[in-house]
């Protein structure tokens, strides 16, 4: 069983930048894709990147392309969110997940392909 805890979500301004982590324990990640959704109130809940288990691809949707980069580093058992030029309408509750499968697809951006999810981390973006 994996446990996922994200860190490092906060009150930033507009413009500014975050770095999130997604600690997993329990067991290794090395072979599990993974992904960042985040969740506003009112709203589904949506995948802003996916990893796969080598780090060799990655997904993003437009709407945070060229801003966000996910990275993995599969010795630290650890998942990372880079968010920079950050907006208001970026303001969720951002949820690492992962899913134990080495091969790669649309299926990453799905949020029901993933066994595995953290509790969440609050970022706040102000005008």
């Known amino acids: 069983q994996v446990q996922l805890v994200e860190s490092g979500g906060g009150l930033v301004q507009a413009g500014g930048s975050l770095r999130l982590s997604c600690a997993a324990s329990g067991h290794t990640i090395s072979n599990y894709a993974m992904g960042w959704f985040r969740q506003a109130p009112g709203k589904e809940r949506e995948c802003v990147g996916a990893i796969n288990w080598s780090g060799g691809v990655a997904y993003y949707p437009d709407s945070v392309k060229g801003r966000f980069t996910i990275s993995r580093d599969n010795a630290k058992n650890t998942v990372y969110l880079q968010m920079n030029s950050l907006k208001p309408e970026d303001t969720a509750n951002y949820y690492c997940?992962?899913?134990?499968?080495?091969?790669?697809?649309?299926?990453?951006?799905?949020?029901?392909?993933?066994?595995?999810w953290g509790q969440g981390t609050q970022v706040t973006v102000s005008s």
């Open positions: 997940a992962g899913a134990p499968r080495t091969g790669w697809g649309t299926w990453a951006r799905r949020t029901y392909d993933y066994a595995y």
